[in-house]
């Protein structure tokens, strides 16, 4: 009963019980968007699945109210990793084969339910990151040399110019995300890219969306129907626009 509940909303996850507490753990896999044409800005499609993700996380908390569902609010890899749901790896993501790091994680909280568990069927032993280093000799700004560095990646750097020495032009033309380290992985060998959908590349045109970020958050509800409120920062996809866009003008000038 429970499991039909929560597979008419989706079909990747795993159902664990700790303490006394029930968990429903969600993972949406998605394949990464080629790279985008001339005059339009790119964005990681991990933020489309996280979005889609979360609207799914929000109706099975609805669902089992009566057992006090609520989505998880604590730190989603170490829940995942700690239930033996997905394998660490050293560019400090979680992968979950044969999706390699190209999932979008949540979870859901609840009482103690009394259902069977639905566990990962992978081998924690099934670790190919020892002697590997092809994420670190990819990495445009040297965050995974001798372990990661947070400062460092450009994830980070993006959403903290202030806080970093880092480049931002490395980014390219991305206004959310850097892939340097998943493009690589093989992890992720068997994950194809797919072409972005046309009505998410009709609001990536960069002159467009300069202008919508220097009108404010309300210029830029149609991106944020993609990757939700939390990441509706005209700030910041501005100062990404404005890159990409600079970006742009070095690929014309190095052809
Ligand atoms: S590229 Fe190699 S070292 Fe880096 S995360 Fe993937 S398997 Fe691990
Ligand atoms: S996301 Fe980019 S900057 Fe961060 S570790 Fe990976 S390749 Fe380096």
Do not use: W
Request: charged share 25%; with cysteine; aromatic share 10%.
């Amino acid at each position: 009963m429970i499991k039909k509940i929560i597979d008419k909303y989706i079909d990747t996850y795993f159902i664990t019980h700790m303490g006394n507490k029930t968990y429903i753990l969600l993972y949406k896999p998605y394949h990464p968007y080629e790279q985008t044409p001339h005059g339009y800005a790119y964005l990681n499609a991990f933020y489309p699945a996280s979005n889609d993700l979360y609207f799914i996380s929000k109706e099975i908390e609805h669902q089992f109210a009566e057992y006090n569902a609520v989505v998880y609010k604590g730190q989603l890899k170490k829940l995942f990793l700690d239930t033996k749901c997905a394998i660490f790896l050293k560019n400090c993501l979680v992968a979950i084969p044969p999706h390699g790091t190209r999932i979008a994680l949540s979870a859901i909280e609840m009482d103690q339910l009394n259902v069977e568990e639905k566990v990962a069927n992978f081998s924690q032993e099934d670790r190919i990151c020892e002697g590997c280093k092809i994420c670190s000799n990819h990495c445009p700004t040297g965050a995974l040399k001798g372990g990661f560095s947070r400062e460092l990646c450009l994830r980070y750097a993006s959403d903290h110019p202030e806080d970093t020495s880092v480049d931002l032009n490395l980014i390219g033309k991305s206004i959310l995300g850097c892939d340097a380290c998943q493009e690589v992985c093989p992890y992720n060998a068997s994950v194809e890219s797919v072409p972005m959908p046309e009505d998410l590349l009709s609001i990536l045109k960069i002159e467009d969306l300069i202008k919508k970020a220097e009108g404010g958050r309300k210029y830029l509800e149609e991106l944020c129907h993609y990757v939700g409120n939390n990441y509706n920062r005209p700030g910041r996809i501005l100062r990404l626009a404005k890159n990409a866009n600079d970006q742009e003008s070095r690929d014309l000038n190095d052809v």
